[in-house]
T-cell receptor, first 112, second 111 residues
Framework: SQQGEEDPQALSIQEGENATMNCSYK?????LQWYRQNSGRGLVHLIL?????REKHSGRLRVTLDTSKKSSSLLITASRAADTASYFC????????????FGKGTKLTVNP | DTAVSQTPKYLVTQMGNDKSIKCEQN?????MYWYKQDSKKFLKIMFS???????INETVPNRFSPKSPDKAHLNLHINSLELGDSAVYFC??????????FGPGTRLTVL
C-alpha cells in the first residue's frame, strides 16, 4: 500500500513554538501534498511539493521532501492557537492513477 | 461563493433506508471525487469521475452508486444503509496539479 504515515499521531505545543510533523510513504511519487482539517470541516490544501523538489516554503510553513528516504516533513513556525487542527499528507503515485492516498494525520494542539 | 458545496451537512437515518448526498463545484474542474472519513479520521477514496465518466472505483459495496449529471455535479446514492456506513463523506474536485478542493462534508449517522 502506498499509504502515508504521519508521526507523531498527536502533538501538543505552546503558542509561539514550532511544530514539526513527519510523513513516510512507500512507493515512488509524482508529488506530495499537505492538508489541514479543522474539527468538523473539510480538508484544506496547504502546500504541494514535487518529487524533484527538496524544500518549499509558504508563509510560516516549510515542507521538505527526501525521496531517498520516502519521507517528508511539515514545519509550522511561530505557531498560533488557530493552527490547532489535524494535518494530513497525501501522495500521488508515479505511473498510477491520479488518486491521492492520505495518511492518518497528526492532530496538532496549540495551547494559548 | 463556496467552491465545493455538499448537501445535506448532516444526515441521520435508519438502517435499511436509501439516501443521497449532493455535491457541486463551481471551480470549472473536470475531476471530482467522493471520500469516506471514518471515526479514526482515516480518509479513503471511493470514486472519481472525470467529465462525467467514472475513472476510479475503489472496492466499495455496490449499494453505493455515484452519478454525475454534468462535470460540476457528483452525487452519491446509498441503498440499504448499514450501521458501518456511518462516517463523514467528502466531495472534492481537482485542480491542475492534482491538489484537491474539499467540500465541507456530510456527516451520515445510521441508527
Amino acid at each position: 500500500s502506498q499509504q502515508g504515515e504521519e508521526d507523531p499521531q498527536a502533538l501538543s505545543i505552546q503558542e509561539g513554538e514550532n511544530a514539526t510533523m513527519n510523513c513516510s510513504y512507500k512507493t515512488s511519487i509524482n508529488n506530495l501534498q499537505w492538508y489541514r482539517q479543522n474539527s468538523g470541516r473539510g480538508l484544506v490544501h496547504l502546500i504541494l511539493i514535487r518529487s524533484n523538489e527538496r524544500e518549499k516554503h509558504s508563509g510560516r510553513l516549510r515542507v521538505t521532501l527526501d525521496t531517498s528516504k520516502k519521507s517528508s516533513s511539515l514545519l509550522i513556525t511561530a505557531s498560533r492557537a488557530a493552527d490547532t487542527a489535524s494535518y494530513f499528507c497525501a501522495t500521488d503515485a508515479q505511473g498510477g492513477s491520479e488518486k491521492l492516498v492520505f495518511g492518518k494525520g497528526t492532530k496538532l494542539t496549540v495551547n494559548p | 461563493d463556496t467552491a465545493v458545496s455538499q448537501t445535506p451537512k448532516y444526515l441521520v437515518t435508519q438502517m435499511g433506508n436509501d439516501k443521497s448526498i449532493k455535491c457541486e463545484q463551481n471551480l470549472g474542474h473536470d475531476t471530482m471525487y467522493w471520500y469516506k472519513q471514518d471515526s479514526k479520521k482515516f480518509l479513503k477514496i471511493m470514486f472519481s469521475y472525470n467529465n462525467k465518466e467514472l475513472i476510479i472505483n475503489e472496492t466499495v459495496p455496490n449499494r453505493f452508486s455515484p452519478k454525475s449529471p454534468d462535470k460540476a455535479h457528483l452525487n452519491l446514492h446509498i441503498n440499504s444503509l448499514e450501521l458501518g456506513d456511518s462516517a463523514v463523506y467528502f466531495c472534492a474536485s481537482t485542480g491542475r496539479e492534482n491538489e484537491q478542493f474539499f467540500g465541507p462534508g456530510t456527516r451520515l449517522t445510521v441508527l
